[in-house]
Nanobody, 127 residues
Framework: QVSLVESGGDSVQSGGSLQLSCAAS????????VAWFRQAPGREREGVAK????????YFADAVKGRFTLRKDNPKNIVYLRMNSLKPEDTGTYVC????????????????????RGQGTQVTVSS
């Protein structure tokens, strides 16, 4: 059973940057898709970004477009979420998730559409 472990969460000031890592315990074979979701207290969970590993196709939520990027390190089985120009509204628990049968359109199905999930890492952005 493949597992995912996130790291890189921290507390930063508004305008700062962080890089989150999502490390898989083994290579994600097939048409794997890796996504990041986040949830803040009192707010609904939302999709942030996703990448189709084989082709490197990425998709970002409007709220983070232009500020966040995704990068994959195939030999290390790691997907990085680089977050720049962070805002207080980026605060939340960021969860990495994966599925082996392609990426859903947009974030259809939410986190539940991904059957492999990490425990999450906390990001706090102060103003």
């Amino acid at each position: 059973q493949v597992s995912l472990v996130e790291s890189g969460g921290d507390s930063v000031q508004s305008g700062g940057s962080l890089q989150l890592s999502c490390a898989a315990s083994e290579k994600l074979a097939g048409n794997a898709c890796v996504a990041w979701f986040r949830q803040a207290p009192g707010r609904e969970r939302e999709g942030v970004a996703k990448i189709l590993l084989e082709y490197g196709h990425t998709y970002f939520a409007d709220a983070v477009k232009g500020r966040f990027t995704l990068r994959k390190d195939n030999p290390k089985n790691i997907v990085y979420l680089r977050m720049n120009s962070l805002k207080p509204e980026d605060t939340g628990t960021y969860v990495c998730a994966a599925r082996l049968n392609g990426c859903p359109d947009f974030f259809v199905g939410g986190l539940e559409a991904y059957n492999i999930r990490g425990q999450g890492t906390q990001v706090t952005v102060s103003s």
